[in-house]
Nanobody, 124 residues
């Protein structure tokens, strides 16, 4: 089982920026997609962004469009999330996930590997 490791979380004031990173702890074969999800206390896990390895572009949730940018290294195994203009409602545990084989999409239910999360706290 591949373990993904997230880093870069922390506390920031509204309007600030953070950059999250995610990489596998050991060997991981090439992936079809990697993505970021988040879960706030008392809420369901939400899909934030997905980067595909197949030229399908990048998916963003409406709530983060124009503020967050997801990207991958050329090797496709390190994932980043640049978060700008952060809002208090962005406060959550952020999780990285990956899917190895091609699928219809890369939703929460489609992912093969997960990280343990990194906490982002945005104060007003």
């Amino acid at each position: 089982q591949v373990q993904l490791v997230e880093s870069g979380g922390g506390s920031v004031q509204a309007g600030g920026s953070l950059r999250l990173s995610c990489a596998p702890a050991g060997y991981m074969r090439s992936t079809y997609c990697m993505g970021w999800f988040r879960q706030a206390p008392g809420k369901e896990r939400e899909r934030v962004a997905t980067v595909y390895n197949s030229g399908r572009g990048t998916y963003y949730a409406d709530s983060v469009k124009g503020r967050f940018t997801a990207s991958r290294t050329d090797a496709g195994k390190t994932l980043y999330l640049q978060m700008n203009s952060l809002k208090p409602e962005d406060t959550a545990m952020y999780y990285c996930a990956a899917r190895v084989t091609r699928s219809r999409d890369c939703t929460y239910y489609d992912m093969d590997y997960w990280g343990k999360g990194t906490l982002v706290n945005v104060s007003s």
